[in-house]
């Protein structure tokens, strides 16, 4: 069921992207597997920015420096790391950034979105799980306090000989995972196109509608009369419910689009810019830096410098 693999996936092309040809991965899992795990001693970070529909939990441990992409989020992580991403098509890679360890550990452990069909999900039991998966498809990374409580489990799980010890390992990380209380999300939801069906009707109404005219001026008081209430009520009412002010999220949903754009498209900086809804170049170039850690020309090089042509 699992065993300890070299990496060994096929990649192919998607022929959607445009610009920067962000491979798709098809990791060697079979029929008659449950799992599919890696480990591997590292001092580089050669892998490139790829896709696959598979589910992926990835382990680093003496990584301290290298450089996380999910989406359009990038960030340097410590020493420990443990992101689950289950977006189908969601960009990811750990690239080597600043880390200069030379003996980095990295478990990477891939599953079939079926492993635990919809029906399991729904019980109550497996409740949290079904949460932290939805709120993967953008990848979640779990904080230190989570990472100390399941790094038993990832110590020993592919050393495991019992296939059946494996796979109940397997479901204790994942419950454990599922409490955590600090687990973050990273990319936008704008850049994935995918939006949290759990919402109330009335936030999810204005995401949708921001969603399709992001690139327009767009004012407090029509958005709350598209649900009925008053500005000063929906913009409370907002916040209370996404924990952003509606300002913040539209700007997230610009932002989402532009770093989509800047990934796909060959469109200039300039017009980008435009088209996701700023009116202003330099405001643009800052506030994209401020929010994603680079500057629009530094996070489409970034992509390009990882194609892949095979």
Not at 93 to 111: K, L, S
Not at 241 to 265: K, Q, S
Not at 298 to 303: H, I, S
Request: net charge neutral.
């Amino acid at each position: 069921m699992l065993k300890k693999y070299q990496k060994n996936s096929i990649f192919v092309q998607k022929a959607s992207d445009k610009m920067t040809k962000i491979l798709r991965e098809v990791p060697p899992i079979t029929d008659k597997d449950c799992f599919y795990i890696v480990e591997r001693h590292k001092s580089e970070f050669l892998y490139p920015i790829h896709s696959h529909e598979e589910f992926e939990l990835n382990f680093i441990e003496r990584g301290k420096g290298v450089q996380r992409v999910v989406g359009d989020s990038i960030e340097e992580i410590g020493d420990y790391e443990l992101t689950l991403v289950t977006g189908d098509g969601l960009e990811h890679a750990w690239r080597q950034g600043n880390c200069t360890e030379a003996d980095v550990r990295e478990i990477t452990i891939q599953f079939s979105a079926d492993l635990l069909d919809a029906k399991l999900l729904s019980r109550n039991q497996f409740s949290s799980i079904r949460k932290m998966f939805e709120r993967a498809r953008l990848g979640v990374t779990f904080s230190m306090p989570a990472i100390m409580k399941v790094y038993g489990y990832l110590d020993g799980i592919a050393s495991l000989e019992a296939h059946f010890e494996q796979f109940l390992t397997m479901l204790k990380i994942l419950n454990e995972l599922s409490l955590d209380p600090d687990a973050r999300t990273l990319a936008s939801s704008s850049f994935t196109h995918r939006e949290d069906a759990r919402e109330s009707r009335r936030i999810a109404k204005v995401k949708d509608y921001i969603s399709v005219h992001y690139a327009e001026s767009l004012r407090l008081e029509d958005l709350a009369s598209l649900v009925g209430m008053a500005p000063s009520a929906f913009s409370r009412f907002f916040k209370q419910h996404t924990n952003r002010t509606l300002v913040d999220f539209i700007i997230d949903t610009r932002l989402g689009n532009a770093a989509r754009m800047l990934v796909d498209t060959t469109s200039s900086i300039s017009e980008i810019c435009y088209a996701c809804g700023f009116n202003n170049l330099s405001n643009f170039n800052r506030m994209f830096k401020t929010r994603r850690g680079y500057t629009p020309r530094d996070f489409r090089t970034l992509f390009t410098k990882n194609r892949v042509f095979v």
